[in-house]
Every structure is written in C-alpha cells, then in structure tokens.
C-alpha cells in the first residue's frame, strides 16, 4: 500500500466550476498535509497547508481533513483556465528527522475555458 | 530573495560520465533535500540533510553521494551516471519542525544516454 494515494486523473471541470482533488494516506500518526501545485515543466509550488480536523480557506481554496478517514482533499472555487496543472498531495509524519514527508503521484486537472 | 537556486538547468551524459548538481538557498533554513521525479513513480526523496553537517540516505540514494557545503549550499554527485538515472531532479528545503513545509527550486532535467 502506498503511503499517499491520488487519483492521477485528468480531471476535467469546466471554467467557474469547483474541483474537487482527493488524497488518502496510509499512516495514522501523520500530522501535517500540504498541496502543491505543480505546472508542466515547473518546481512545485505550496499552496495550502493544513494540520487539524476541519476545513481551511485560502481565496478560491479549500482544504479539507479528514484524520479519522485519513484523507484530505482540495476544492478549488471558481475554477479558472490558469489553474491547469498537476496537485501533488503530500503527508508528513510526526517524527522527527527529514525522510517522514511523502508525496502521491499528483491529480492532473484541467480547467476548459 | 532568490528562495532555492540550482544549476545547471539542463545536462546530457553519457553513460559512466559523473557531474554535480548544486544548490542554494537564502532562506536561512535547517534542511535540505534532493528529489528526483518520474513520470507515474511521483517525487522521490535521494538524499537529506536535517542540519548543516549532517547527511542521510533517503528512498532511491544509489549511484549518488551529496555534501552539505555550509547551512546554505547542498550538492548532489552523480557517480558513473546510468540511463536508469534520467529523470527531473528538484532540491529543496525547510525549516525544522513537522509543520514545515518543503520550498523547492526549479528542476534539473538530467539524460544520460
């Protein structure tokens, strides 16, 4: 079972629409999720960061954690065409050290104007 | 305030050739990563460094060694490049803590043919 598990998509949402990317993991004592957005050819990019049960907005965007199902997801509002990319989920232990981060393989979306 | 600089840009090997990728960053930060990507396999950690002075194995390490220069600068040495090593290669970093998130500069696209 892999430690972090996204749908690879693509996901296709029309202009204006809400997308919804959808991210389970593994290990129950993970404590910090983050979703990077990532354009083709590019680095990937933090765009939301959450650490508790709940949901979090940031402008168009929400995230959403869910310990006791062990998933997050990120809705996007308003879906516009510039936010064509790759969303890469990704979990982070609690431990200490540095090899407790662990990436899915990311949801491709694309936005249809 | 440049974030994560890497060079070079771009590079083609041949097989049995070496070369080093370097990276910095000016963001004061504890840690440093190297990452390699592959189209359907995600972000791959090579190798980390929590603290200046310290370096560790990560998930895929073979055929590369690193050293961390000073807090700023992390390199990654390529050894007798194989094609198996063609991929996109991505540093990073962080502060030290759980709900540190990962800052990444802009890929190294590495061939070795």
């Known amino acids: 079972q892999k430690e972090v598990e996204q749908n690879s998509g693509p996901l296709s949402v029309p202009e204006g629409a809400i997308a919804s990317l959808n991210c389970t993991y593994s290990d129950r004592v993970s404590q910090s999720f983050f979703w990077y957005r990532q354009y083709s050819g590019k680095s990937p990019e933090l765009i939301m960061s959450i650490y508790s049960n709940g949901d979090k907005e940031d402008g168009r965007f929400t995230a959403q954690l869910n310990k006791a199902s062990q998933y997050v997801s990120l809705l996007i509002r308003d879906s516009q065409p510039s936010d064509s990319a790759t969303y890469l989920c990704?979990?982070?232990?609690?431990?200490?050290?540095?090899?407790?981060?662990?990436f899915g393989t990311g949801t491709r979306l694309t936005v249809i104007p | 305030n440049a974030g994560v600089t890497r060079t070079p840009e771009f590079q083609v090997l041949k097989t049995g050739q070496s070369m080093t990728l370097q990276c910095a960053q000016d963001m004061n930060h504890n840690s440093m990563y190297w990452y390699r990507q592959d189209p359907g396999m995600g972000l791959r950690l090579i190798y980390y460094?929590?603290?200046?002075?310290?370096?560790d194995k990560g998930e895929v390490p073979n055929g590369c060694n690193v050293s961390r220069l000073n807090k700023r600068e992390f390199s990654l040495r390529l050894e007798s490049a194989a094609p198996s090593q063609t991929s996109v290669y991505f540093c990073a970093s962080s502060m030290t803590g759980v709900d540190s998130p990962l800052h990444f500069g802009n890929g190294t696209r590495l061939t070795v043919t």
């Open positions: 460094s929590a603290s200046e002075g310290t370096t």
């Open positions: 990704a979990v982070k232990r609690g431990q200490t050290g540095a090899n407790n981060l662990f």
